[in-house]
C-alpha cells in the first residue's frame, strides 16, 4: 500500500482563477510525477522530478506548472483554469533508479466551470 | 518510440466467469518493465504487478495470473472466477531504463463483471 495523497480530490472552480492541486508521499520516493487523464482515456504524463529542486515537462505539454522544493510535497499549478483544464490529475512517486514500480495517489478531479 | 495496445475496449463477463486482458507493446530496448494497474470506480491506480524483462516466468497471484511473452511482446493478464469486485478498468505499462522511469500507458480495458 502506497502512502501518497492528493488535495482536493474534487474541486469545481470558475474560470480564470488560480488553483493549486497538492500531492505528498511518505515513503522518501526521489521520483515523483503528475499525470493527466480524461474521463475513460488513458494517462498522459505531464510533469515529473527526478529529486528536490528537478522538475521536467512530460509528454503532454501543460499549461500547468510544478514545484519540488521538499522531497515528499510536489503541487501542481494552474495560474489560469479554463475548461479544457478539466481533467483527472494523478500524482505518483517511485524510488530511484530504473524501473521501479510507481505508487498513485487517488486524483484530483478538476471541473473548470 | 515505445507503445503499449490494449485492444480491448470493453469486457462483459458473468460472475465466475474467467477472462483475458490483453496488452501487446512495442519497444527497442532490450530492458525493460512492464506493470499492471487497476482503476476502480473511484479513480485511484491500484499496482498490480511489476515484470522485467528478463523474467519471463509467468506469475500467479490468487486469482490473477500473468502470462509474459518476449516472443510476441505480449503481457496477458487472466482472472479466474471473475467477480463483482473486479469491475474496474485496468491498464497495462511499459517503463524503460534511463527515463526516469515513466511509463506509457496503454488505452485501457474496461472489465464489467455482472451477477
Known amino acids: 500500500e502506497a502512502d501518497i495523497y492528493q488535495t482536493p480530490r474534487y474541486l469545481v472552480i470558475g474560470t480564470g482563477k488560480k488553483i493549486t492541486l497538492e500531492c505528498s508521499q511518505t515513503m522518501g520516493h526521489d521520483k515523483m510525477y503528475w499525470y493527466q487523464q480524461d474521463p475513460g482515456m488513458e494517462l498522459h504524463l505531464i510533469h515529473y522530478s527526478y529529486g528536490v529542486n528537478s522538475t521536467e515537462k512530460g509528454d503532454l505539454s501543460s499549461e500547468s506548472t510544478v514545484s519540488r522544493i521538499r522531497t515528499e510535497h510536489f503541487p501542481l499549478t494552474l495560474e489560469s483554469a479554463r475548461p479544457s483544464h478539466t481533467s483527472q490529475y494523478l500524482c505518483?512517486?517511485?524510488?530511484?533508479?530504473?524501473?521501479?514500480?510507481?505508487?498513485f495517489g487517488e486524483g484530483s478531479w478538476l471541473t473548470v466551470v | 518510440a515505445q507503445k503499449v495496445t490494449q485492444a480491448q475496449t470493453e469486457i462483459s463477463v458473468v460472475e465466475k466467469e474467467d477472462v483475458t486482458l490483453d496488452c501487446v507493446y512495442e519497444t527497442r530496448d532490450t530492458t525493460y518493465y512492464l506493470f499492471w494497474y487497476k482503476q476502480p470506480p473511484s479513480g485511484e491506480l491500484v499496482f498490480l504487478i511489476r515484470?522485467?524483462?528478463?523474467?519471463?516466468q509467468n506469475e500467479i497471484s490468487g486469482r490473477y495470473s500473468w502470462n509474459f511473452q518476449k516472443s510476441t511482446s505480449s503481457f496477458n493478464f487472466t482472472i479466474t472466477a471473475s467477480q463483482v469486485v473486479d469491475s474496474a478498468v485496468y491498464f497495462c505499462a511499459l517503463g524503460l531504463t534511463g527515463t526516469a522511469s515513466k511509463l506509457t500507458f496503454g488505452t485501457g480495458t474496461r472489465l464489467q463483471v455482472t451477477l
Open positions: 515484470r522485467n524483462s528478463f523474467d519471463e
Open positions: 505518483a512517486s517511485g524510488r530511484g533508479g530504473s524501473g521501479n514500480t510507481i505508487y
